[in-house]
């Protein structure tokens, strides 16, 4: 069994920042990828930005520029940078992680974390 457990979000005026963290703990596994996805009211679950074991990220065309993802393997921790943030950027953002457990690759979601953008 692995564990995600976001922090960092929050009430911010728009062009302001904020930075997510999302730590996996568990026993004998390693990851394969870890990625941020985020829902707001109404919408669908959009992945955000994703980073591969060896560092390779990808983003959403929404927030090129603007948000970075990172991560610390020896802590199996991911990071999203945001900046300038807009109304639009308001959602509850989720962390997931790809894991593989012996030969087997499992799929884990933290509990969200609130983003709100607003003046």
């Known amino acids: 069994q692995v564990q995600l457990v976001e922090s960092g979000g929050g009430l911010v005026q728009p062009g302001g920042s904020l930075r997510l963290s999302c730590a996996a703990s568990?026993?004998?596994?390693?990851?394969?990828?870890m990625d941020w996805y985020r829902q707001a009211p109404g919408k669908q679950r959009e992945l955000v930005a994703a980073i591969s074991s060896g560092g390779m990220t990808n983003y959403a065309d929404s927030v090129k520029g603007r948000f970075t993802i990172s991560r610390e393997n020896g802590k199996n921790t991911v990071y999203l940078q945001v900046n300038s943030l807009k109304p639009e950027d308001t959602a509850v953002y989720y962390c997931h992680a790809n894991v593989r457990v012996g030969t087997i690759d499992y799929s884990y979601w933290g509990q969200g974390t609130q983003v709100t953008v607003s003046s």
């Open positions: 568990g026993s004998d596994f390693s990851i394969n990828y």
